[in-house]
């Protein structure tokens, strides 16, 4: 029998997306393999392929755990060899020990690189970086993935398996630390997955990152888009992955005001890492009273202390920070808001420092009673200095809520500063689709003596070259300059400047590059 014909007939099978026959005539190779002595290839195909698919078609953790442990002792008895690095790879998905991740991933690396095996090394590679990524040494990590990404990219990764692992695991260090600006970087120049059923499961976890990064950069109609495109790949393929992407799609309709709708996304859900904020801001949200709020914020920091609170965390604890202050609990919130300053002050993520400056202002403003004469000088120049982060990590949300926050701080002491915050935060919320916040900017506005309707609407989200058209004309180019900086005809930058200006809702270009200064979108580093 060949042993290989019947390995590519499963592909065949995975390509037609029969994943569970592309799964039985695994089973029967690795049988085979093993009983001619191939102890090497058997312990591939049990630990990569085998116990993932079990894994993610099925979700039978314990059966996928059951290959694992096999394919661990065929390659210990196989010896040193490339495909002992592959097991060592796939274990690091069974366990939550970060010394036992990196010695996985180490060992992998030095089997790499003794047997030239250049998928291995760069998968290994991109392991290694989101493992220091997720420990808080974000800039290192970075630059060990974009590494792994760019070899993918130049084509020294073979496998498209091997690529769409390594883009995705770039992705979700993109969402995990809220850098929008590296996601779409790479994002212009790589598409490597498709719709392509073999590749199905990666297309679609790559979707939900990417997904989950639109969200938070307020581009709600793509994002509603590659959500709803990844449920539809997990369904033709590894259907027990999916609540990512509810977990995903709920955060969305959160932001949206859509609550009961995110309540049903996350019914009968495990609530994880990602779930964790839509759940508790729902749950904060909808609760009857005070009682019932306090008992949200309570479960909220149980679940951050088993999980644990690094630098990933600080939105979730800035959540927390909010819950304490509305509870009454300033030494609680002040801790909370401490702990997000340190984490931040050791490797600055532009998104996530302005959370802490945010939760830290908010904290001390609480803790002046919000006396004038009592520190609030320092907490404007904080809360700013926050609306200047998030803007320059493009979280249009995150800004608006924290001019808001301004505004209803300095209403009684800086009235005129107040409307003007309020007025930016509504503008930002009525093209967003924040409803909440939207009627909380408006009925601030009304209590200053503004006008409530704000004159923004919002008529459609920009595409990545729209988005790229309006840093150029906050930028103060011509359709012409425009033109010849993107390599595109003046008639088509004029197309694409009516369109900036429709979705907008605005009259001229010197309103859209006021909006762009106002939401991070200028294009400057």
């Given at each position: 029998?060949?042993?290989?014909?019947?390995?590519?007939?499963?592909?065949?099978?995975?390509?037609?997306?029969?994943?569970?026959?592309?799964?039985?005539?695994?089973?029967?190779?690795?049988?085979?393999?093993?009983?001619?002595?191939?102890?090497?290839?058997?312990?591939?195909?049990?630990?990569?392929?085998?116990?993932?698919?079990?894994?993610?078609?099925?979700?039978?953790?314990?059966?996928?755990?059951?290959?694992?442990?096999?394919?661990?002792?065929?390659?210990?008895?196989?010896?040193?060899?490339?495909?002992?690095?592959?097991?060592?790879?796939?274990?690091?998905?069974?366990?939550?020990?970060?010394?036992?991740?990196?010695?996985?991933?180490?060992?992998?690396?030095?089997?790499?690189?003794?047997?030239?095996?250049?998928?291995?090394?760069?998968?290994?590679?991109?392991?290694?970086?989101?493992?220091?990524?997720?420990?808080?040494?974000?800039?290192?990590?970075?630059?060990?993935?974009?590494?792994?990404?760019?070899?993918?990219?130049?084509?020294?990764?073979?496998?498209?398996?091997?690529?769409?692992?390594?883009?995705?695991?770039?992705?979700?260090?993109?969402?995990?630390?809220?850098?929008?600006?590296?996601?779409?970087?790479?994002?212009?120049?790589?598409?490597?997955?498709?719709?392509?059923?073999?590749?199905?499961?990666?297309?679609?976890?790559?979707?939900?990152?990417?997904?989950?990064?639109?969200?938070?950069?307020?581009?709600?109609?793509?994002?509603?888009?590659?959500?709803?495109?990844?449920?539809?790949?997990?369904?033709?393929?590894?259907?027990?992955?999916?609540?990512?992407?509810?977990?995903?799609?709920?955060?969305?309709?959160?932001?949206?005001?859509?609550?009961?709708?995110?309540?049903?996304?996350?019914?009968?859900?495990?609530?994880?890492?990602?779930?964790?904020?839509?759940?508790?801001?729902?749950?904060?949200?909808?609760?009857?009273?005070?009682?019932?709020?306090g008992v949200v914020a309570a479960r909220l920091e149980r679940a951050l202390g088993?999980?644990g609170r690094g630098l990933l965390d600080v939105p979730v604890m800035a959540l927390?920070?909010?819950?304490?202050?509305?509870?009454?609990?300033?030494?609680?919130?002040?801790?909370?808001?401490?702990?997000?300053?340190?984490?931040?002050?050791?490797?600055?993520?532009?998104?996530?420092?302005?959370?802490?400056?945010?939760?830290?202002?908010?904290?001390?403003?609480?803790?002046?009673?919000?006396?004038?004469?009592?520190?609030?000088?320092?907490?404007?120049?904080?809360?700013?200095?926050?609306?200047?982060?998030?803007?320059?990590?493009?979280?249009?949300?995150?800004?608006?809520?924290?001019?808001?926050?301004?505004?209803?701080?300095?209403?009684?002491?800086?009235?005129?500063?107040?409307?003007?915050?309020?007025?930016?935060?509504?503008?930002?919320?009525?093209?967003?689709?924040?409803?909440?916040?939207?009627?909380?900017?408006?009925?601030?506005?009304?209590?200053?003596?503004?006008?409530?309707?704000?004159?923004?609407?919002?008529?459609?989200?920009?595409?990545?070259?729209?988005?790229?058209?309006?840093?150029?004309?906050?930028?103060?180019?011509?359709?012409?300059?425009?033109?010849?900086?993107?390599?595109?005809?003046?008639?088509?930058?004029?197309?694409?400047?009516?369109?900036?200006?429709?979705?907008?809702?605005?009259?001229?270009?010197?309103?859209?590059?006021?909006?762009?200064?106002?939401?991070?979108?200028?294009?400057?580093?």
């Amino acid at each position: 029998m060949d042993l290989r014909l019947l390995e590519r007939q499963a592909d065949q099978c995975a390509e037609a997306g029969d994943y569970a026959a592309s799964l039985a005539l695994r089973e029967r190779a690795f049988a085979h393999w093993r009983e001619r002595g191939d102890l090497r290839r058997a312990a591939y195909l049990a630990a990569y392929q085998i116990a993932f698919d079990h894994l993610a078609f099925f979700g039978n953790q314990a059966v996928a755990q059951g290959w694992i442990e096999r394919a661990t002792h065929l390659a210990e008895q196989a010896g040193d060899c490339a495909e002992a690095g592959w097991v060592a790879l796939s274990r690091v998905l069974y366990t939550a020990d970060p010394a036992v991740r990196a010695e996985l991933v180490d060992e992998a690396t030095r089997l790499a690189q003794r047997f030239g095996d250049n998928d291995l090394r760069f998968d290994a590679l991109a392991f290694a970086g989101l493992a220091l990524v997720e420990e808080g040494r974000v800039s290192e990590g970075m630059r060990q993935l974009d590494e792994a990404a760019a070899a993918a990219r130049g084509g020294e990764v073979t496998s498209p398996v091997v690529a769409g692992e390594i883009y995705c695991k770039l992705l979700v260090a993109c969402e995990s630390t809220l850098d929008v600006r590296r996601a779409e970087d790479w994002q212009r120049v790589t598409s490597p997955l498709g719709d392509r059923p073999a590749v199905a499961w990666a297309s679609a976890i790559c979707r939900t990152h990417y997904g989950g990064i639109l969200v938070v950069a307020g581009r709600w109609d793509e994002a509603e888009h590659e959500l709803e495109e990844s449920l539809r790949l997990y369904d033709a393929s590894y259907r027990a992955l999916r609540s990512a992407a509810l977990a995903r799609l709920a955060e969305l309709r959160v932001r949206q005001g859509r609550l009961s709708e995110c309540r049903e996304l996350l019914a009968g859900q495990a609530v994880d890492a990602y779930a964790l904020r839509p759940w508790a801001r729902t749950e904060w949200l909808t609760a009857g009273d005070a009682a019932e709020r306090g008992v949200v914020a309570a479960r909220l920091e149980r679940a951050l202390g088993r999980q644990g609170r690094g630098l990933l965390d600080v939105p979730v604890m800035a959540l927390l920070t909010e819950m304490q202050v509305a509870c009454g609990d300033v030494s609680a919130a002040t801790r909370t808001a401490r702990t997000m300053v340190e984490l931040t002050a050791s490797d600055p993520v532009e998104a996530l420092v302005g959370y802490a400056r945010q939760s830290n202002a908010c904290v001390a403003a609480a803790a002046a009673g919000g006396r004038s004469g009592s520190g609030l000088d320092g907490v404007v120049e904080e809360l700013e200095s926050a609306i200047a982060s998030f803007a320059a990590a493009q979280l249009p949300l995150e800004a608006a809520c924290a001019r808001l926050r301004l505004a209803e701080l300095v209403q009684a002491e800086d009235p005129a500063l107040a409307r003007a915050e309020a007025r930016t935060a509504a503008e930002s919320c009525a093209w967003l689709g924040a409803n909440l916040e939207l009627d909380r900017a408006t009925a601030l506005l009304r209590t200053l003596g503004g006008p409530a309707r704000t004159g923004v609407r919002r008529v459609g989200s920009l595409t990545d070259r729209e988005t790229e058209v309006l840093a150029l004309v906050s930028q103060g180019l011509s359709n012409p300059q425009i033109a010849e900086r993107l390599y595109i005809s003046p008639k088509t930058a004029s197309h694409h400047v009516s369109n900036v200006l429709a979705k907008l809702g605005v009259q001229n270009r010197a309103e859209a590059a006021a909006w762009a200064a106002a939401h991070g979108r200028t294009g400057r580093r």
